[in-house]
């Protein structure tokens, strides 16, 4: 089992930039793939971004790219998510979690571990 703890969610103004990080404790990071989902009131959970277990891959949403930037510190156990450029349709609660696959993937049931999310609010 792991524990994902996602911080570094707030209240911003559009345009305005986030830095989530997720800090995973127990061994193993570094050999699974990392992925960051977001809820909105009302809507399903969806995929924001994925990155492969050594950093060297990468998937987004297309509402997001070009603005957000998913990165990993194996030495650190943390996963960030850089958001950039917040819009209001980005209030969300964003969730990190795990796979226990190497690959990325964009589907929410390929993941085992979940955060228990951290509130993004965006205001125009």
């Known amino acids: 089992q792991v524990q994902l703890v996602e911080s570094g969610g707030g209240s911003v103004q559009a345009g305005d930039s986030l830095r989530l990080s997720c800090a995973a404790s127990?061994?193993?990071?570094?050999?699974?793939?990392m992925g960051w989902f977001r809820q909105a009131p009302g809507k399903e959970r969806e995929i924001v971004a994925a990155i492969n277990w050594n950093g060297g891959s990468t998937y987004y949403v297309d509402s997001v790219k070009g603005r957000f930037t998913i990165s990993r510190d194996n030495a650190k156990n943390t996963v960030y998510l850089q958001m950039n450029s917040l819009k209001p349709e980005d209030t969300a609660d964003y969730y990190c979690?795990?796979?226990?696959?190497?690959?990325?993937?964009?589907?929410?049931?390929?993941?085992?571990?979940w955060g228990q999310g951290t509130q993004v609010t965006v205001s125009s």
């Open positions: 979690a795990r796979t226990p696959r190497r690959n990325a993937s964009s589907r929410s049931r390929d993941y085992d571990d």
């Open positions: 127990g061994r193993s990071f570094s050999s699974y793939a």
